[in-house]
């Protein structure tokens, strides 16, 4: 027998072993390999797959022009324009409360940090009738919206309101670790250089939370384009009006258009993976 | 960097503010609005009615009217209209989910003075099987045989699935399925949990259940007979079975005055309800696979709707929806029970 | 810096002003008051209205108490298959190298960017009744995946699959390699190392992982209204029931079964938050 007998990472592949250790090994590696790539093809890559060849079932030509129907235009516009808005709001104050959490204490602060993160388990369906029980025509601040002129639920508002809702912890959670490991002495040296609480921020965190801030904003948006059942429960999927894309290719399967839903939802998954994959390629790059 | 980001979505977004996505839908001289909402089935018939309607009302007014939809299932529509979707007209399935909407104040007049007691369209229960009829399905107690794969809507949702419930019932009551005693509650109520047990599927709507048997799902879909015949329209090949007794279907339609008067539209919307009675119209829907009221109309499309042995209505055999509601799909409803019992 | 940092040291920067931070905080907890908690205000107080016996008598329906359970233990299933999977494929994305790996690490993301309705009609496409597969599972072994727990299962793998990989991921990826190398000079074989060594420091972002994707797998809507079948006491979730009860316009059990569900959506959240802190407590040392 041999005296040293190495583990099979790629790091320690450097004292020779013996014939047989060594391919079992690598046997063993290529299984392991193989069972992962194998599962991540039959749940992921294959209904992808069915998802393009659905899309493209009449040719490209065909795919191109479903998506050429105005009501995918005016779908997919509410749709950006509903992501847009909740990552503006979000970056904001999706910033402030990271800042909050990390740079004070204060009594409440783990509810706080707990409270954030719920969105992420919160049934969708649970969301929409949330909004309903509070802006809907029997709701509780139905008097208020009455008085004021307002519609909220059954519009666009409160579509905004519900993709804020699930879209609240990406933000803060991608900003709180970058903060953290920041740490506040240099923020505590430029205030004794005398700069302000707010040219400290600009100046000096920021720049070092960039890649936390931007990756937050993409997640954000990316999980805004993709969002359905509370948009469908709390909107309606009003045709001109509260329809979002997620919403049109809801649709347009009721109707038979198969080639324009699975298009749309072509488009839909092919701009948040550009977003997502490309954001990590960047920050790796800027590494 | 992030400055000009941040320009950037403020130019967006005020952009967007501006070219209003979707405002109130008030009127001015030129153009109105008008916000439908109605059940999934006849989404196509209104896709070809609307812009008949609203080339005569530009015709006769000089007004542009346009118009937004939303279709649904009857009972999920309904609740939309009363929890705060502002339609201006509603098309549903059964007179009870107008009902509800005329229950919770938002509708104060009699719709059923409306001709044919405000049906604008019919159908019946019946049918899809696939070609050839390989399960040779040819009437309700067929449906029982065991390994049998259905499917309807959920009735929670659905108006057509409600429908296809009392049609059902209504037929073992009536003595027309064989194997269960006319008048027999108890029978009627153990052949419909035999039935329900083969369900496999309970779609939210009729026309995402029909649209699910199109894609391989299950031997048999109980639906409307509308829904089958534009299915078929569009080229699926599966037939229509039409059971020996069935229940007519009665779909309503009615203005909603709280939002009308709100949006200022009463006329265009009321205007559009009489359209649907007229003889175009009718014409139009019994194009879509809807058996029209309207006697010349029927007497016209005669051959494309066999009749039915044994027709009955919501009012002969269930005496109305207001009795039927409760006594079937309330908390202690027959067939609330019994797809409970069913799984157990 | 080199110059003399004046004696005042305090733990925040000494120049805020009092009212400054005062806005600040008031910010961060009027936009979570009005986001989060007063929507979650409401639907406590419209299922507690008539107290905890009429929650009891809405959820211990057998409809209701059906399809929490199906959720349950669907969901639970996921998480455990999910665990053992995703760490597999943090393992063989960090530690080898292969054709392809790149893309795997991209496939991982996927299902992020795909909306959950568009998951949904895609399985059935691919694994339902009138598919190869779904066709030949059922005419051989009498197997039906789509609109049967089965499906569930899988449409919640396909939407979890990024949280244990990603939650794992990163920890591997810092592992101290000195604990392995000394076993493996100790005489151990890899499957011991692994076992015995890596596992063990693995487990915290493991559970966190598992613990999450299952939090998120009770409440998941999109994929499963479409894949799931939604015959009561069969194949109905508690989401979907949900969904049900809010378009029959059921108020009591609506906000029942939502309760329910976001008390386990808070309890697991906060056991995740518990063990993440954890892991980075255990990090520092």
């Given at each position: 027998m041999t005296t040293v007998a190495q583990p099979t990472t790629e790091v320690n592949a450097s004292t020779p072993r013996p014939e047989s250790i060594r391919s079992v090994s690598v046997w063993r590696r290529r299984l392991l390999i193989g069972v992962v790539v194998a599962y991540a093809a039959l749940l992921i890559l294959a209904p992808l797959t069915a998802l393009v060849s659905g899309a493209f079932a009449k040719g490209i030509g065909a795919s191109l022009t479903a998506l050429r129907d105005p009501a995918v235009f005016s779908a997919f516009r509410l749709t950006l324009y509903i992501a847009f808005i909740t990552v503006a709001i979000h970056a904001l104050f999706g910033t402030t409360l990271a800042w909050v959490l990390v740079r004070y204490r204060f009594r409440g602060r783990w509810l706080l940090n707990g409270v954030i993160d719920l969105p992420f388990a919160v049934s969708p369906v649970v969301v929409g009738y949330m909004l309903l029980l509070l802006?809907?025509?029997?709701?509780?601040?139905a008097p208020v919206l009455e008085a004021l002129n307002m519609k909220v639920a059954f519009a666009v508002p409160g579509m905004i309101l519900a993709t804020l809702f699930v879209t609240l912890p990406f933000m803060a959670r991608e900003v709180m670790p970058v903060l953290e490991s920041f740490g506040a002495e240099q923020e505590h040296a430029a205030a004794t250089l005398g700069a302000s609480g707010w040219q400290t921020f600009w100046m000096v965190t920021f720049p070092a939370l960039r890649w936390g801030f931007i990756y937050g904003v993409i997640l954000t948006f990316a999980r805004a384009l993709g969002e359905f059942g509370a948009v469908l429960v709390v909107?309606?999927?009003?045709?001109?009006?509260?329809?979002t894309l997620t919403l049109f290719i809801y649709r347009a399967l009721d109707e038979r258009q198969y080639v324009g839903a699975y298009s749309a939802a072509l488009v839909l998954g092919l701009l948040s993976l550009v977003l997502v994959v490309g954001t990590e390629l960047l920050r790796k790059r800027e590494k | 960097m992030k400055t000009t980001f941040v320009k950037t979505v403020i130019v967006f977004i005020v952009i967007n503010l501006l070219t209003a996505c979707g405002g109130q839908a008030k009127t001015d001289s030129n153009t109105t609005k008008l916000i439908l909402g109605a059940y999934t089935t006849p989404r196509e018939a209104y896709g070809e009615l609307i812009p008949i309607f609203a080339a005569q009302w530009k015709e006769k007014n000089g007004q542009e009217v346009t118009f937004e939809e939303s279709y649904l299932g009857s009972g999920a529509q309904s609740r939309a209209i009363i929890e705060?979707?502002?339609?201006?007209i509603t098309a549903l399935s059964l007179d009870g989910d107008v009902q509800k909407i005329a229950d919770a104040g938002l509708?104060?007049?009699?719709?059923?003075?409306?001709?044919?007691?405000?049906?604008v369209s019919t159908s019946i229960v019946a049918f899809a099987v696939r070609k050839g009829n390989p399960k040779n399905i040819?009437?309700?107690?067929?449906?029982?045989?065991?390994?049998l794969e259905i499917l309807t809507p959920d009735p929670k949702t659905s108006g057509g699935a409600r429908w296809n419930i009392l049609a059902l019932y209504g037929a073992a009551l009536r003595g027309q399925v064989k194997g269960v005693a006319a008048n027999d509650e108890a029978a009627a109520t153990e052949f419909l949990k035999s039935v329900l047990k083969n369900v496999t599927v309970f779609d939210k709507g009729a026309r995402e259940s029909i649209t699910n048997f199109e894609a391989?799902?299950?031997?048999v879909a109980i639906s409307y007979e509308n829904e089958v015949l534009v299915g078929k329209q569009t080229g699926q090949d599966y037939e229509l079975v039409i059971p020996t007794s069935t229940i007519l279907i009665e779909n309503p339609v009615s203005v909603v005055d709280e939002y009308v008067d709100k949006h200022g539209t009463r006329e265009a919307a009321e205007a559009f309800v009489q359209f649907l009675f007229t003889k175009e119209a009718q014409e139009v829907f019994a194009k879509h696979g809807l058996r029209s009221l309207d006697t010349e109309v029927a007497a016209a499309t005669q051959d494309q709707y066999p009749a039915v042995t044994d027709l009955f209505t919501i009012g002969d055999q269930f005496k109305g929806w207001e009795e039927a509601t409760p006594k079937?799909?309330?908390?202690?409803g027959i067939y609330t029970k019994a797809i409970v019992e069913v799984q157990q | 810096m080199t110059s003399i940092t004046p004696p005042l040291t305090t733990q925040?920067?000494?120049?805020?002003a009092p009212w400054g931070r005062w806005g600040i905080q008031s910010a961060a907890w009027t936009y979570v008051t009005l986001l989060l908690l007063i929507p979650l205000t409401v639907i406590f107080q419209d299922g507690l209205k008539g107290g905890l016996g009429t929650l009891w008598q809405s959820i211990s329906m057998p409809i209701a108490w059906s399809a929490l359970r199906l959720t349950l233990w669907t969901s639970a299933l996921m998480a455990v298959i999910n665990a053992i999977m995703g760490t597999l494929t943090a393992y063989v994305l960090v530690r080898y190298k292969f054709p392809g790996k790149s893309l795997l690490n991209a496939i991982v993301d996927l299902p992020l960017a795909i909306p959950t309705l568009v998951t949904g009609v895609m399985l059935v496409v691919l694994y339902?009744?009138?598919?190869f597969i779904g066709a030949w599972l059922k005419d051989q072994?009498?197997?039906?995946?789509?609109?049967?727990p089965p499906g569930i299962i899988l449409a919640l793998l396909f939407v979890n699959f990024p949280f244990v990989v990603r939650a794992v991921q990163p920890v591997l990826q810092s592992l101290d390699l000195e604990s392995e190398e000394a076993a493996a000079t100790l005489g151990a074989g890899s499957a011991t190392i692994f076992w015995r060594v890596t596992l063990p420091a693995l487990w915290l972002p493991i559970a966190s992982g598992a613990l999450l994707s299952f939090a998120r797998a009770i409440g998941e809507f999109g994929a499963i209204v479409i894949?799931?079948?939604?015959?009561?006491?069969?194949?109905?979730?508690a989401a979907v029931y949900v969904f049900g009860e809010v378009e029959s316009a059921n108020r009591q059990g609506a906000s029942a079964m939502s309760i329910v569900m976001l008390s386990l959506a808070f309890a697991m959240v906060l056991l995740v938050d518990w063990l993440r802190k954890r892991g980075r407590k255990d990090t520092e040392e």
């Amino acid at each position: 027998m041999t005296t040293v007998a190495q583990p099979t990472t790629e790091v320690n592949a450097s004292t020779p072993r013996p014939e047989s250790i060594r391919s079992v090994s690598v046997w063993r590696r290529r299984l392991l390999i193989g069972v992962v790539v194998a599962y991540a093809a039959l749940l992921i890559l294959a209904p992808l797959t069915a998802l393009v060849s659905g899309a493209f079932a009449k040719g490209i030509g065909a795919s191109l022009t479903a998506l050429r129907d105005p009501a995918v235009f005016s779908a997919f516009r509410l749709t950006l324009y509903i992501a847009f808005i909740t990552v503006a709001i979000h970056a904001l104050f999706g910033t402030t409360l990271a800042w909050v959490l990390v740079r004070y204490r204060f009594r409440g602060r783990w509810l706080l940090n707990g409270v954030i993160d719920l969105p992420f388990a919160v049934s969708p369906v649970v969301v929409g009738y949330m909004l309903l029980l509070l802006f809907g025509r029997t709701g509780v601040l139905a008097p208020v919206l009455e008085a004021l002129n307002m519609k909220v639920a059954f519009a666009v508002p409160g579509m905004i309101l519900a993709t804020l809702f699930v879209t609240l912890p990406f933000m803060a959670r991608e900003v709180m670790p970058v903060l953290e490991s920041f740490g506040a002495e240099q923020e505590h040296a430029a205030a004794t250089l005398g700069a302000s609480g707010w040219q400290t921020f600009w100046m000096v965190t920021f720049p070092a939370l960039r890649w936390g801030f931007i990756y937050g904003v993409i997640l954000t948006f990316a999980r805004a384009l993709g969002e359905f059942g509370a948009v469908l429960v709390v909107g309606g999927g009003i045709q001109g009006r509260t329809e979002t894309l997620t919403l049109f290719i809801y649709r347009a399967l009721d109707e038979r258009q198969y080639v324009g839903a699975y298009s749309a939802a072509l488009v839909l998954g092919l701009l948040s993976l550009v977003l997502v994959v490309g954001t990590e390629l960047l920050r790796k790059r800027e590494k | 960097m992030k400055t000009t980001f941040v320009k950037t979505v403020i130019v967006f977004i005020v952009i967007n503010l501006l070219t209003a996505c979707g405002g109130q839908a008030k009127t001015d001289s030129n153009t109105t609005k008008l916000i439908l909402g109605a059940y999934t089935t006849p989404r196509e018939a209104y896709g070809e009615l609307i812009p008949i309607f609203a080339a005569q009302w530009k015709e006769k007014n000089g007004q542009e009217v346009t118009f937004e939809e939303s279709y649904l299932g009857s009972g999920a529509q309904s609740r939309a209209i009363i929890e705060g979707f502002e339609a201006d007209i509603t098309a549903l399935s059964l007179d009870g989910d107008v009902q509800k909407i005329a229950d919770a104040g938002l509708i104060t007049h009699d719709w059923h003075t409306l001709p044919h007691n405000g049906m604008v369209s019919t159908s019946i229960v019946a049918f899809a099987v696939r070609k050839g009829n390989p399960k040779n399905i040819h009437d309700w107690a067929d449906l029982a045989q065991p390994g049998l794969e259905i499917l309807t809507p959920d009735p929670k949702t659905s108006g057509g699935a409600r429908w296809n419930i009392l049609a059902l019932y209504g037929a073992a009551l009536r003595g027309q399925v064989k194997g269960v005693a006319a008048n027999d509650e108890a029978a009627a109520t153990e052949f419909l949990k035999s039935v329900l047990k083969n369900v496999t599927v309970f779609d939210k709507g009729a026309r995402e259940s029909i649209t699910n048997f199109e894609a391989g799902t299950g031997d048999v879909a109980i639906s409307y007979e509308n829904e089958v015949l534009v299915g078929k329209q569009t080229g699926q090949d599966y037939e229509l079975v039409i059971p020996t007794s069935t229940i007519l279907i009665e779909n309503p339609v009615s203005v909603v005055d709280e939002y009308v008067d709100k949006h200022g539209t009463r006329e265009a919307a009321e205007a559009f309800v009489q359209f649907l009675f007229t003889k175009e119209a009718q014409e139009v829907f019994a194009k879509h696979g809807l058996r029209s009221l309207d006697t010349e109309v029927a007497a016209a499309t005669q051959d494309q709707y066999p009749a039915v042995t044994d027709l009955f209505t919501i009012g002969d055999q269930f005496k109305g929806w207001e009795e039927a509601t409760p006594k079937y799909f309330g908390d202690d409803g027959i067939y609330t029970k019994a797809i409970v019992e069913v799984q157990q | 810096m080199t110059s003399i940092t004046p004696p005042l040291t305090t733990q925040e920067p000494p120049r805020r002003a009092p009212w400054g931070r005062w806005g600040i905080q008031s910010a961060a907890w009027t936009y979570v008051t009005l986001l989060l908690l007063i929507p979650l205000t409401v639907i406590f107080q419209d299922g507690l209205k008539g107290g905890l016996g009429t929650l009891w008598q809405s959820i211990s329906m057998p409809i209701a108490w059906s399809a929490l359970r199906l959720t349950l233990w669907t969901s639970a299933l996921m998480a455990v298959i999910n665990a053992i999977m995703g760490t597999l494929t943090a393992y063989v994305l960090v530690r080898y190298k292969f054709p392809g790996k790149s893309l795997l690490n991209a496939i991982v993301d996927l299902p992020l960017a795909i909306p959950t309705l568009v998951t949904g009609v895609m399985l059935v496409v691919l694994y339902g009744p009138q598919s190869f597969i779904g066709a030949w599972l059922k005419d051989q072994m009498d197997w039906r995946i789509i609109f049967a727990p089965p499906g569930i299962i899988l449409a919640l793998l396909f939407v979890n699959f990024p949280f244990v990989v990603r939650a794992v991921q990163p920890v591997l990826q810092s592992l101290d390699l000195e604990s392995e190398e000394a076993a493996a000079t100790l005489g151990a074989g890899s499957a011991t190392i692994f076992w015995r060594v890596t596992l063990p420091a693995l487990w915290l972002p493991i559970a966190s992982g598992a613990l999450l994707s299952f939090a998120r797998a009770i409440g998941e809507f999109g994929a499963i209204v479409i894949v799931a079948g939604n015959i009561p006491l069969r194949s109905q979730t508690a989401a979907v029931y949900v969904f049900g009860e809010v378009e029959s316009a059921n108020r009591q059990g609506a906000s029942a079964m939502s309760i329910v569900m976001l008390s386990l959506a808070f309890a697991m959240v906060l056991l995740v938050d518990w063990l993440r802190k954890r892991g980075r407590k255990d990090t520092e040392e």
